[in-house]
């Protein structure tokens, strides 16, 4: 069985906790392949809410092993937080694998996050300021910390003192803060060191292993299509790649191990931060989509920005990440609405747009052209079956599948496990 990856095909927050959730008793391994504790998963078991952050969503399921991999970037501190607060709540966390090479994030990175954002004041980006950036530009500047450098205290100090050197230049000289001292960070790094070991192991060559022996592995992204660093809505992005070649270098197995590739798609769209969103209302149909769809962020509990579907942006999801399938998420949210406008191409300086452009300005002058479908107001929450959905509820996803280019495979009708609907199996 080859591996199969789940993203998200819009801006975040579709639903990849609950869908990873769903898949986790099923497979062997479940993947963080990038981005950190900017994620917010909220996976519902039973009348059980659990809010994730850092760790993969399989971590709730007991026959799977959840893997941090090499592109992952790890807080320590939320590490072992995440890890005793399941802990506490009876989740065996024993299985966790992190990779040795995946990159720290360390507290002078949280730092220069939240300074930079201030210093762009009016520009700036919105980021959760869990020190994303800081820490991937660290890792491409050559600069970063690792995981395995918590085990070579020399190591481990020089590579902090070559990190700080140019950042403290700038933090007492450019934004007039006090300088970070070398050893305090290294010995708050250190208290770390002996509580993560257990974890650490060489999650390339163990997934690879698994693969060679037909084990069941699922790399589950963070964030989504349009929030990747060269695929996304550039600079209003994180700086990671959640799109699937994402999943290839951030756990080190090649592309001919991938069969599946599962786009998971909310039935209207969400945005947290700034940036474009054609489709984004600022009515009481958007206000009605945040409050029925609990529209907050679980990380930094920010209200989303809501807005109706973007069949232009499933499009461009399908497209850059070669999907096999979508997972349409809280189509139950739609429920009661007489007519829902679903945006079909954009008007861009008076010419009608099929793809999404490449141009940062003719993205940002986009308006929505909308096709509107009729609604429905039966409750769907217990729909186990595609034939249980009322007409122009089926009609809404059929319209949707046709326009977005790939099989919906699954719909999501509630939060919990067994609110789902299976069209297609994904395993
Ligand atoms: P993620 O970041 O992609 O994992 O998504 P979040 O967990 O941030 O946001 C999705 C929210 O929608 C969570 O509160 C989920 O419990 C909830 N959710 C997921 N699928 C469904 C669904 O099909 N219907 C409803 N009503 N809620 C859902
Ligand atoms: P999940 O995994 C939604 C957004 C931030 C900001 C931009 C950059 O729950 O879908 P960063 O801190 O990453 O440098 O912020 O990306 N962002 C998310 N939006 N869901 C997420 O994760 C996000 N992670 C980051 O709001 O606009
Ligand atoms: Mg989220």
């Known amino acids: 069985m080859p591996a199969l990856v789940l993203l998200g095909a819009q801006w975040g927050d579709e639903g990849k906790g609950k869908a990873t959730d769903l898949l986790g008793g099923s497979v062997d391994y479940v993947v963080r392949y990038q ?12 009348d059980q809410k659990y809010a994730l952050h850092l760790l993969p969503s399989g971590i709730l399921s007991p026959g799977c092993t959840p893997v941090i991999g090499n592109g992952v970037v790890v807080d320590p501190s939320v590490l072992l937080s995440e ?32 300074v930079t954002e201030r210093f762009l004041g009016k520009r700036k980006i919105g980021t959760t300021g869990r020190g994303i ?65 257990p974890y650490v192991a060489d999650t390339v060559l163990i997934l690879n292993q698994a693969l060679e022996q037909d084990k069941v592995v699922l790399f589950e992204g963070g964030q989504g299509t349009l929030l990747d660093i060269d695929h996304g809505t550039y600079p209003f992005v994180t700086s990671s790649n959640p799109t699937a070649g994402g ?18 798609l909310k039935a209207y769209t969400t945005r947290v931060g700034a ?13 009605a989509l945040r409050r029925i769809g609990g529209e907050r ?19 461009y999801a399908t497209r850059v990440n070669g999907l096999t399938d979508f997972f349409l998420t809280k189509l139950d949210v739609l429920t009661g609405w007489e007519q829902i406008p679903v945006c079909v191409a954009y008007e861009i300086d008076g010419k009608r747009v099929e793809e999404l452009p490449y141009s940062q300005t003719d993205f940002h002058h986009a308006k929505p052209v909308y096709e ?35 099989p919906i495979s699954a719909i999501g009708v509630g ?13």
């Open 275 to 287: 940036g474009p969103f054609p489709t984004e209302l600022f009515d009481e149909d958007g206000e």
């Open 415 to 427: 939060p919990g496990r067994d609110e789902t609907i299976e069209i297609n199996s994904f395993l």
């Open 372 to 406: 509107t479908l009729p609604g429905w107001s039966e409750d769907i929450t217990k729909a186990k079956s595609f034939s249980d959905l009322p007409k122009n509820a089926q009609n809404y996803v059929k319209a949707l599948e046709e326009m977005s280019g790939a």
């Open 83 to 114: 890890l005793s607060g399941l802990n506490e709540r009876g989740v065996d966390t024993s299985k966790l694998l992190i990779s040795g090479n995946a990159h720290i994030i360390t507290p002078y990175n949280v730092t220069v996050d939240k």
């Open 247 to 264: 999943a290839c270098t951030g756990a080190g197995v090649g592309p001919t191990k991938i069969g599946r590739v599962i786009g998971i």
């Open 133 to 197: 950036g800081p820490t991937y530009a660290d890792k491409i500047n050559r600069v970063g910390i690792r995981v395995q450098d918590l085990y070579d205290e020399s190591i481990l100090t020089q590579k902090v003192e070559a990190a700080l050197d140019v950042k403290n230049q700038i933090l007492t000289k450019l934004y007039n803060r006090r300088a970070i001292a070398v050893d305090q960070v290294v010995e708050e790094l250190l208290g770390y060191a002996e509580q993560i070991e």
């Open 35 to 46: 981005g950190g504790n900017n994620a917010g998963h909220t996976v519902v078991v039973g």
């Open 297 to 315: 962020g679980v990380t930094t509990g920010r209200d989303r920005r809501c807005g109706w579907f973007d069949a232009v942006i499933a499009r």
